[in-house]
């Protein structure tokens, strides 16, 4: 099984890498591909050093699998023609996410959307959901399954590695003392929270927030009917998203039930009480998602509230994408 990953100079390209060095269905070395400005990096893989290449239609030749995360624009130029060359590209930029004819998927929830795919398919496009609603909907779908969860009230505490290489280096600027002039942000990060990520739209929210909402929908296979709000935050961790989540269900909570849902999920662990939490900390490094505070909203017997934090480079981005990898590989040689 012959592996590409373009963007892989990046954090998440790099972390890609990283989990492919153990991935059992790699044949050969994975082609390594980036922007004009990455050509010619080395980069270690299983004991060796790989040359990375600037992208250019050819190298997707012979390819079986690309993980893509260069951003939406190189994904929107350089998907449609690997497909074409009939490579399965799962792409990490919001580009496909919402296209209808693009599964987004999270393979504990939805993997099934890889597995129905014909054996021996040639190409295709699957989305990489957004870092933070990935590890909502892993928190979110074991308790809509046992309480049937209609509303779904999310605050994100998001890490700056969530922002790449420029936004961690402006935040060691700024720890160092040292003035950031790159813009990364829009106020300084150092000891504060910036309640803006993306582009500001016309109705108030900014896009990270507006992902969470229609990703959430589309990963659960639910529309309208699932009540979604979010405000995001940027604060000045490293690594590891955090989201204070308010669900309200159908039915009352119990907590022994949504504990052992939690338990029983697969990419999710619970902390054992309502006291009990984990923090980004504690969590980089994890593939897990972590849910934690898990308690009753004191104002309505239906409604529950949890805190859950997950490493937003694994499995919020390249762990992700590798499983989806590995789900592609046993199709393809199925």
């Not at 980069?43 to 050093?49: C, I, Q, T, V």
């Not at 709000?229 to 204070?244: D, E, F, L, M, Q």
Request: proline residues 6%; negative net charge.
């Amino acid at each position: 099984m012959r592996i590409a990953v373009l963007g892989a100079t990046g954090l998440v390209g790099r972390t890609m890498l990283n989990l492919l060095e153990e991935a059992t269905f790699i044949t050969g070395d994975p082609v390594l591909l980036s922007s004009a400005n990455g050509a010619g990096t080395r980069m270690p893989f299983r004991e060796r050093e790989l040359e990375c290449h600037e992208v250019a239609a050819e190298h997707f030749a012979g390819v079986d699998i690309a993980l893509f995360s260069a951003g939406g624009g190189p994904s929107l130029e350089w998907a449609p023609l690997a497909r074409e060359q009939g490579v399965w590209v799962v792409d990490n930029s919001s580009a496909w996410r919402m296209d209808d004819t693009v599964p987004l998927v999270v393979p504990e929830i939805n993997g099934n959307l890889v597995s129905a795919l014909e054996p021996g398919h040639a190409g295709g496009i699957i989305a990489n959901p957004n870092c933070s609603t990935i590890q909502v909907a892993l928190a979110v779908a074991p308790l809509h399954a046992v309480f049937g969860v209609r509303e779904a009230h999310v605050t994100t505490l998001q890490a700056v590695s969530g922002g790449g290489q420029a936004t961690v280096a402006a935040l060691m600027h700024e720890e160092a003392g040292e003035p950031d002039t790159s813009g990364a942000f829009p106020r300084p990060i150092h000891r504060n929270v910036i309640p803006a990520i993306g582009t500001l739209g016309d109705d108030g929210s900014y896009e990270e927030e507006v992902k969470v909402v229609r990703e959430l929908r589309k990963i659960l296979g639910r529309g309208a009917d699932l009540a979604v709000s979010c405000t995001a935050t940027r604060v000045p961790v490293v690594n590891g998203h955090s989201a204070a989540i308010r669900l309200v269900c159908d039915r009352p909570f119990v907590a022994a039930t949504a504990q052992a849902a939690l338990a029983d999920f697969p990419g999710v662990e619970s902390a054992a009480g309502p006291g009990e939490y984990l923090t980004p900390l504690e969590i980089d490094g994890s593939r897990s998602v972590h849910v934690g505070r898990l308690r009753p909203d004191p104002t309505d017997p239906c409604a529950l509230l949890c805190w859950v934090v997950a490493d937003n480079l694994l499995k919020g981005a390249a762990w992700n994408a590798v499983q989806i990898a590995g789900l592609l590989a046993g199709k393809k040689s199925g």
